[in-house]
């Protein structure tokens, strides 16, 4: 071989040696990435462990706290309200009742029609709108004005027939927000969530508002009811099956009542009610333990939102933050690597992903999770590997896991504080000593993050089993009950006007 041949062969070892010497380090430097991201999920994964016995410390701290949040005003972080709600329909209830309620992304408007008999619960004409998302930050002025002026639509279109007689049309209205109640009828608004901030309204009363826009546009209806979503939804789950005395609600935001003791309420001593008991509004996502199990994630999601420092068991259950806990993770996921590729800056956009699409993500049982690829895609994110994706999916069933037992361990606190979890229950207003025989007890649900994620429900469902064991679980009835807040709050006008 000549000289110059030589070193062309050279050369071309040389090159070829570099080149695959480029595509080691690429490759090194890819798995060192695909390390680091999987390395996230697993530390991701063991903070939102949420074993039965972690759930247990939160049992008892939620028995702990309602119990406290009873005592004193200011007592404890669970607010405790009370509703002046102490007899629930029957059943009995006649005639026809309308409900205008303003949840967390919808609101609502229906008609109830009432025969004097349970069975003759005819739910009419139910309307459905999300809330324009200026009213969140608008003026009490807009946000009633707008309500009144949806009422009057809603009222035209129902031309003479439902109330032939020109009788004055009676109105609950669902309000999704924390109240403190002087009776069933008015109350002030304590602070706002889920987003809204309309400072001026804080303190105001919101039937007051409301009645107040309503007669502006000259429309013969009366506020006859101010009721939490959470009240409203008891409500119905009693009418229906009176051993129900507990609800919550999981959709925007997360809450609960239920059906307390009035020796009980300690902090309002005297407080005296025909049935002996009062429907409490717990306000419970504002309830916190240190057994919660809190990610940098959680801190960051509650440091960055319009009501830090508040609302944390909701900010770890509640629809309108899940899909944003996913998303903070995927962006620390797109920082220290580049597996999202250029358009990854859409994961820097708060509340970019909805936790509708957690929910499609989660349960997408195509083989090459085409529906996780699609949601990507509409992202902007386009070409995601499969191994990606389903890194994805794991990251949606973590933090919908820990939700769903979290939910379960605040529902099973409930249980405990009024003896229904096999135990006891804890000391409040009830004699040391005495044995609770198990009653069947009806856990009334509702909200778009329980009726429409599956998994949600079934995380939640299968840790209440774990925490209260396989015998007492059988007493324990979770019933879901779709517009449970509205109809609910309808039937409520009826029994307290009837009584
Ligand atoms: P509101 O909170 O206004 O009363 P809903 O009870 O219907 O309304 O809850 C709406 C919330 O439920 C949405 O903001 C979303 O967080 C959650 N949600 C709705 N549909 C789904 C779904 N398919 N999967 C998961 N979450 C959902
Ligand atoms: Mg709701």
């Known amino acids: 071989m000549g000289k110059v041949a030589v070193a062309f062969a050279s050369a071309a070892v040389v090159a070829a040696c ?122 009490s002025e807009v946000l009633f004005n707008f309500l009144a002026f949806s009422l009057e639509r809603f009222i035209q279109k129902e031309g003479n027939e439902s109330n032939s007689q020109g009788v004055k049309r009676e109105l609950a209205f669902t309000f999704s927000f924390p109240v403190k109640h002087t009776c069933i009828s008015s109350g002030v608004l304590i602070k706002w969530t889920k987003g809204f901030e309309i400072s001026e309204m804080v303190g105001k009363d919101i039937a007051e508002c409301l009645q107040g826009a309503l007669n502006r546009r000259g429309l013969d209806i009366h506020v ?39 020796d009980a309420i ?14 409490v509004n717990m306000e419970w996502g504002n309830f916190w333990s240190s057994h919660l199990p809190r990610t940098a994630y959680d801190i960051d999601l509650d440091a960055e939102s319009s009501n830090p420092n508040d609302m944390g068991f909701e900010k770890m259950i509640a629809g309108l933050y899940l899909g944003d806990i996913v998303r903070r993770v995927i962006l620390r996921m797109s920082q220290e690597s580049d597996i999202f590729g250029p358009s990854s800056s859409v994961f820097s956009q708060p509340y970019v992903l909805r936790t509708n699409s ?79 025989m198990q009653r069947r007890t009806v856990v009334g649900v509702e909200g778009g993050l329980y009726m429409k994620y599956t998994m949600f429900r079934e995380y939640m469902e299968e840790a209440l089993v774990e925490i209260l064991g396989e015998e007492v679980s059988q007493y324990v009835v979770v019933k879901a009950m779709e517009d449970g807040s509205s109809i609910g709050s309808a039937l409520l006008v009826a029994s307290s006007l009837q009584s």
């Open 266 to 279: 300690i902090k309002c001593q005297g407080l005296l009610t025909t049935s002996g008991s009062m429907v």
């Open 224 to 262: 006859a009811a101010l009721v939490n979503d959470t009240v409203g939804a008891l409500s119905l789950g009693y009418y229906h099956d009176p051993d129900t005395v507990v609800a919550v609600v999981f959709g925007t935001g997360s809450n609960a009542c239920y059906l307390e003791r009035t």
């Open 18 to 139: 570099s080149v695959a010497a480029v595509m080691v380090r690429r490759r090194v430097k890819s798995r060192r990435k695909w390390r680091t991201v999987v390395e996230i999920v697993k530390e991701f994964e063991e903070g939102c462990d949420a074993p039965v016995g972690r759930l247990r410390h939160v049992v008892d701290a939620m028995a702990v706290e309602m119990h406290a949040g009873l005592a004193s005003e200011g007592g404890s972080k669970l607010k405790m309200l009370l509703t002046y709600v102490h007899d629930l329909p029957n059943g009995t209830e006649k005639g026809t009742y309308y409900a205008l309620h303003l949840g967390g992304t919808y609101f609502r408007i229906l008609r109830v029609h009432l025969g004097g008999e349970r069975s003759y619960l005819d739910v009419q004409d139910v309307e459905r709108h999300p809330i324009p998302s200026h009213l969140m930050n608008s003026t």
């Open 358 to 436: 957690v929910s499609a993500m989660h349960e997408d049982d195509t083989p090459e999770l085409q529906e996780v690829a699609r949601i990507l895609k509409d992202l902007g994110v386009s070409d995601v590997p499969l191994k990606v994706r389903k890194l994805m999916v794991k990251i949606c069933d973590v933090v919908t896991r820990r939700a769903g037992r979290l939910a379960a361990a605040g529902i099973a606190g409930i249980l405990k504080k009024i003896g229904r979890d096999g135990g006891g229950g804890i000391t409040s207003g009830r004699s040391r000593g005495e044995m609770q």
